[in-house]
């Protein structure tokens, strides 16, 4: 099976799980959320609503967006603001890509194998980071 071939294919509303394995601090985080993929004016807008579970302490709501632009092959996706974050291959099932923020260093690794259910797997390290964030989707 290859993944989503169009940033279409993943328009609409998502649930999502999601667990941070912080080895810095020994924690285990989780968080319940959805996110949603819009069209916008010339890209799409992705919104994520979280409830972040620390240990010991009490849940916290987040939220987050990142603009997505549509190519023949790749969805380009950017930070709110407009600056680049990484590259999502279309038409494979386990596209991958690297995003430099010195000192840090961000490595994504999608899994579309069960599609329309997805995950992606990032990995972080730096001087002040070392955590792997596991997110699973499921349609809404």
Request: hydrophobic residues 30%.
């Amino acid at each position: 099976m290859t993944g989503p071939e169009r940033i279409e294919d993943f328009e609409g509303g998502w649930s999502l799980s999601r667990v941070i394995d912080d080895r810095l601090s020994g924690q285990v985080l989780r968080a319940k959320g959805t996110a949603t993929l819009r069209r916008g004016e010339g890209e799409y807008v992705y919104d994520e609503e979280v409830v972040l579970q620390v240990p010991g302490q009490q849940p916290m709501r987040g939220t987050r967006r990142y603009l997505w632009r549509g190519a023949a092959d790749h969805i380009a996706i950017h930070f709110e603001d407009g600056r680049f974050f990484h590259n999502l291959a279309l038409g494979q099932a386990h596209p991958a890509d690297h995003h430099d923020c010195p000192p840090d260093s961000y490595d994504a690794a999608y899994d579309f194998s069960t599609w329309p259910r997805w995950s992606v797997r990032w990995t972080v390290s730096g001087p002040r980071k070392s955590y792997e964030m596991r997110t699973e989707f499921t349609p809404r």
